[in-house]
Each structure stands twice: as structure tokens, then as C-alpha cells.
């Protein structure tokens, strides 16, 4: 059991003024980490450094490059590397904690310059790529020198299975429960209402699964409404909706966490229709611990954050008319709804940081056994193994 | 002239080059054996610490004399095993302890329940050590049945790392 303070350093390969999920886990990581007393530093790309807060270094700009599909913001080439180089040495860690090594950016370039305790993180999920068969042998002997993998969800662990044959202990991302559970029930929002929160305009949100399915739905439940919360344009996405079913939407805009909270605490059912590309789910773990229902499409991140349907709905994925008779199922009876809210709600402890966290430094503790600390790999070289002999090291 | 002495030096840099790969290779075996090592110590450690658990629990109110007879002399053999006899000794404390937390107990004492959740935190520790040992077994051996290790014997002397038995069904 390690009880005195340890020097963590954390790498974050993506941009981190940009909203995402890789971002907001490291950043509530650092910070409960910092709350219980470690020094911890945080190495990420930033745009605007002075709006950073104090744990955060600079490694530069990041670079928008088109990757596995999207557009990633991340960090390389030989000024970033001297960088990472030089917050490693001087950071003096016990240990590193790299996000996402397998990304071209500077968890890899950590990953490449350090020696010693190296626990990596892995959140993406993907089918499997023909390019791996010639990126994994130069990732492979790299990603070996984690002395603990840890995969966010049950897919990024076969992700990581299937590219680069190795294992990975699966912990969860982590939510503040406490922050949901005491959400505040709104009037306006209360009643027969359906909740989506995200970026709407991405197809992959599955909002037009749910749009196909509200036709059906409404002549089951004729006070039907759906609150629709997140980035993008509203107008735009009206124009398509039929005439009859538009005076149905409400588009909140961008919300606060204590409006999320709130909506949470007030909607009837939280409905996640994603078609793909998901590989956690916080959304979910947040609706769930915020106290309602939940709905959801059958993709492998969701089947498994939602126990194979036990802790919520599952419909099959891209099928409108499944959503719709789940959904009328569930609006028609309340009590069924609120069993099924009651035993999400217990489930979503599950993945409060005061669980996922310790998790994650025990995992900390077992790479530490044998007492190394976190190092240059160049340093470990024999020719300077031998000047540091020969001509002392002061 | 000009051409062999291309030629010599086009063999030199290859040569160079292939030293690099070695040295780079090797050192890549020495850390996979080390990371086998450290994982093992950790298994190790938190397998001797769930072992002095389960005497506590012995001597503590939980168990019945039965119980108690039988955690204490699992615990006893699981310390004191060799690596051959280990995997059973270790399997033989799991199931003695399984015994005790499949009966539902419902002791109030402070102490008591002190020390199942300590065995309850070891247990799921032990099972990620598991993981991590198992993996780190796995990823050196596959390296080391490459042929650039095996023809340059990159592994020197070390001996080929094994999973034991009873990682698998410790718990």
C-alpha cells in the first residue's frame, strides 16, 4: 500500500481546449488525483495557454490531421518530441500515465522517449484495419513497454486485442454521481418527454433514427415530446422534419452540467440511438445515474455499459420501429419505466470517480512494484552507462 | 576503385545498422523480462498478503473451528509451497475461502467486517495482477519464438517465462 504522495504524469495526445471525452476523463482524473494529494502534471497540446489551468504544460499547437475517419487534434514531429523529452526529465515522475499511445501524438512520443512505470490507456474502439498489419510492427515493441494496459470499455479492450494481440484490464471512465443525483425536477421538462443530448448534426448520433421513430410513437402517445440538447444548428434540422411533428422538438442549445443534471432528473426517458463509433458512453452512465430510464441502440459499448439490457433498453441498431416499440412500451407504463430508472441508477455508482479512480491507482501501485521511477530511455544505453561510469555523474 | 569503396562501405553501414537492431532488440527482450519479473512480485506479494488475510480470519469469530482448521492449513500451504506445488496450494486457499464468502455473514463486529472487505479488495487486485503477469508471460514468449531472437539467442540464459496453473483459476 503506497500512502505518500507520488509525482504523476499524465500525457494527453488530443488538443486540450477542444471539447472530448479523452479530455474531460484526464481532466477530472488530474483533479481527483490532485484532491487526494499527488503532484500531478499533465502534458497536452494547448491553442490558448493562458486559459489552461495550473496542472496543464504546453507541448505546442496541435496539428488538425484527417485520422481514422474524423478530424483528430494531436502533436508530433521533432520540436514536440524535444518537449516531451524534457518534461519527462524534468518532471522527475514515479509515473507516467499515457492516453491513447497507440495515437500518433505525444502519448506515443512518451511512450518512445521513457523508461520505467508506464501504465497506458486505451479509449478508442474500431473494427479491425488492414493498415495495422503495417503500423503494428513499428507500435508493438512500443506498446510493450506499458507495464499496465487499461481499456475503457469491453470493445476498446478487443480493439486493442485484435491490433496489437495484447491484453488490457478493463476499467471504466468515470462520472461524478453525486453531481446527477441531485438533480432538480423542471416542470417545463417533465411529463411525456424523450431526452437527447450530443452533437446532433453527426449522423452517427442516430438522431434520424429517433425522428423516423417519433411518427409511431406519437400515435401511441399523442403528448409526446422530445427534448433535444447539444451543439448545432436547430434550423437546419427542423426544415426536415415534418410540418405535423416540429411543435414535438424542443432544441436547448448547449447546456450546463447542472441543467444536464436537471434534464436527467425530469425526462421521462433518455434516448441514445448512436449508430456507431462509440466506445464508452459517458452520456449514458450519466442519465443513469441522473435517475432516468434508459433507451438505447445495441452497439457493443452501449450492450455492455448497459449489462446486455439489464440496467436499460437496448433496441437493434438502426431500426426505428424496435426504438418505437420500446419506447411506447415504457411511456405506457410508468411503473415498469421507474424499476428500470431505480436499477440504472444503483448501476451507474459503478463508474463514480471515487470507484474508477482507485481502481485506476491500483493499477498505479502494481506498475510501481520494484521501484523505478520514470526515466529518459537514452539514458539506459550502454554508451552511457559507460561515460556516466567513466567520467562520474554529478 | 571508386565502386569498392562503395561497396565497402554500403556493407559497413548494414553492418552498422544490423548491430543497432540487435542491441535495440535485445534491450526490448531485458525490459519484457523485467516487466515478467515485476508483475510476478506483485501477484506474488498480494497472494502472501490475501494468505496472512486468511489467517486472521481463521482466528477471528467469523469461522467455525471446521472453517477455521482448514483456511489455516490452506494459508499454511500456500505460504510455504514451492513453484511447482504453488498453483495447487493457491487453488486449495481460493476454494477454502470461497467456502466462507458464498455463506452469507452476517457479522456485526468492526473487525470482522475490516477484514472481508480487505479480502474482498484483495481478491479483485489479484485478479488484475493476473491479467498483467499473464499478459507480460505471453508477450515474452511470442518474442522470443521470433527468429531474430531465437537465431542471435537474444535471450542469453534467462529462462523461458511460464504461466503457472493456477492463474487461471485462482479465484
Known sequence: MITQPLRIGIVCPYGWDTPGGVQNHIRDLAEYLIAKGHYVSVLAPVIDEDSVPDYVVSAGKPISIPYNGAVARVLFGPIAFARVRSWISSGSFDLLHLHEPAIPSISLLACWAAEGPMVGTFHAAAKKQKVIYAIGPILEPLIEKLSARIAVSEAARSTLTEHLDT????????????????????????????????????????????????????????????????????????????????????????????????????????????????????????????????????????????????????????????????????????????????????????????????????????????????RLASENRAWNRFSTTEWGNQ | MGESVKDLLLVLLLFLLSLWYLSHSATRLDRLHHRVETSWANLDGLLQR?????????????????????????????????????????????????????????????????????????????????????????????????????????????????????????L
Open chain 2, 50 to 170: 490475501r494468505a496472512a488475510v486468511a489467517l486472521e480470519i481463521a482466528r477471528s469469530t467469523i469461522s467455525d473451528p471446521a472453517t477455521s482448521l482448514i483456511l489455516t492449513a490452506a494459508a499454511h500451504q500456500a505460504r510455504e509451497a514451492n513453484v511447482q506445488d504453488r498453483s495447487m496450494a493457491e487453488s486449495g486457499l481460493s476454494g477454502a475461502l470461497g467456502l466462507l464468502l458464498h455463506d452469507e455473514i452476517s457479522s456485526t463486529a468492526f473487525i470482522e467486517k475490516d477484514l472481508m472487505r480487505e479480502l474482498s479488495e484483495l481478491t479483485d487486485k489479484i485478479r488484475v495482477a493476473i491479467a498483467l503477469h499473464v499478459d507480460a508471460v505471453n508477450r515474452t514468449q511470442s518474442v522470443r519464438k521470433k527468429f531474430v531472437f531465437r537465431v542471435f539467442r537474444l535471450a542469453g540464459r534467462a529462462p523461458l517465462p511460464v504461466t503457472y496453473e493456477f492463474e487461471a483459476d485462482v
Open chain 1, 167 to 374: 491484453d488490457a484490464v478493463v476499467i471504466p471512465n468515470g462520472i461524478y454521481a453525486k453531481r446527477f443525483a441531485h438533480g432538480e425536477r423542471v416542470e417545463k421538462w417533465s411529463g411525456n418527454t424523450i431526452g437527447f443530448i450530443g452533437r446532433f448534426e453527426e449522423p452517427r448520433k442516430g438522431l434520424q433514427i429517433l425522428l423516423d421513430a417519433l411518427p409511431i410513437i406519437a400515435r401511441f402517445a399523442p403528448d409526446v415530446r422530445v427534448l433535444v440538447a447539444g451543439p448545432g444548428d436547430s434550423e437546419k434540422v427542423l426544415e426536415d422534419i415534418d410540418m405535423q411533428l416540429r411543435h414535438r422538438f424542443e432544441f436547448l442549445g448547449r447546456i450546463s452540467e447542472k441543467e444536464k443534471a436537471d434534464l436527467m432528473a425530469s425526462i421521462a426517458l433518455y434516448v441514445a440511438p448512436n449508430t456507431g463509433g462509440e466506445s464508452f458512453g459517458i452520456i449514458l452512465a450519466e442519465a443513469l445515474a441522473g435517475g432516468s430510464a434508459v433507451v438505447a441502440s445495441d452497439i457493443p459499448a452501449f450492450d455492455s455499459l448497459l449489462g446486455h439490457g439489464e440496467f436499460g433498453a437496448l433496441f437493434p441498431s438502426e431500426n426505428p420501429q424496435e426504438l418505437a416499440k420500446i419506447v411506447i412500451d415504457l411511456l405506457r407504463e410508468p411503473e415498469k419505466r421507474r424499476a428500470l430508472a431505480a436499477k440504472g441508477r444503483t448501476h451507474a455508482q459503478r463508474f463514480d470517480w471515487d470507484v474508477v479512480a482507485e481502481e485506476i491507482f491500483s493499477i498505479y501501485e502494481m506498475s510501481m512494484v520494484g521501484g523505478a521511477t520514470v
